[in-house]
């Protein structure tokens, strides 16, 4: 993906991304009580899903949170790229803690297949409303967790590190495991 074409549609990425974090934030804290771990991981999770739904595989013969033995390569790349340059946008130190280890305490309370089943087809409405190409929806989805994650440490629920080494894990994670069926 060029830089500038990301650009160029940054503020309808953005407003997307509002309305995403709206979703997640709706659909995961009351049954979570507001573990926002697994709302950022819900985001980042989409954003990998995006990934894999783009490779147009059959993925009918795997059962659900199957890990796939492919490598997501460039997009992934582009993403993580992408994600330094809108942590600083978000008011995030974008020069560490990506790799952070995640305790046990801050992983989400649900698997990837269950972070995003059911939520997927939301997602998708918000972009299409938003009028943006699928080639976009993983970088919605991204800015939609690093939103999160900048509100969560203003208010101390989650420390930056581990909310951006979140968003790096489950962006791969999503990339990588079979979803439930898809719902068209």
């Known amino acids: 993906m060029d830089a500038s074409e990301i650009q160029e ?54 059962k659900p949170g199957m890990i796939l033995d492919y490598d997501p390569g460039t997009e992934i790349e582009e993403i993580r790229h992408f994600m330094i340059t809108a942590a600083a946008k978000a008011g995030l130190d974008p020069s560490g803690g990506w790799g952070a280890e995640i305790p046990e305490v801050h992983r989400p309370k649900f698997s990837v297949p269950e972070l995003v089943r059911d939520r ?8 299409d409303r938003h009028k943006l190409r699928r080639v976009f929806y993983p970088y919605v989805a991204v800015l939609a967790a690093l939103k999160f994650v900048y509100a969560a440490d203003r208010v101390r629920l989650l420390r930056q590190e581990t909310g951006k080494a979140l968003i790096l894990y489950y962006v791969v994670a999503g990339a990588k495991t079979v979803p439930y069926p898809s719902f068209s």
Do not use: Q, W
């Open 9 to 62: 549609n940054y503020p309808a990425l953005d407003r997307a991304a509002d309305d995403v974090l709206g979703l997640l934030s709706t659909e995961f804290m009351k049954p979570t009580e507001s573990h926002v771990e697994t709302i950022v991981s819900a985001a980042a999770s989409l954003a990998g899903l995006s990934v894999l739904r783009s490779r147009s595989f059959d993925l009918r013969p795997y």
């Open 120 to 127: 997927e087809r939301k997602f998708l409405a918000i972009c």
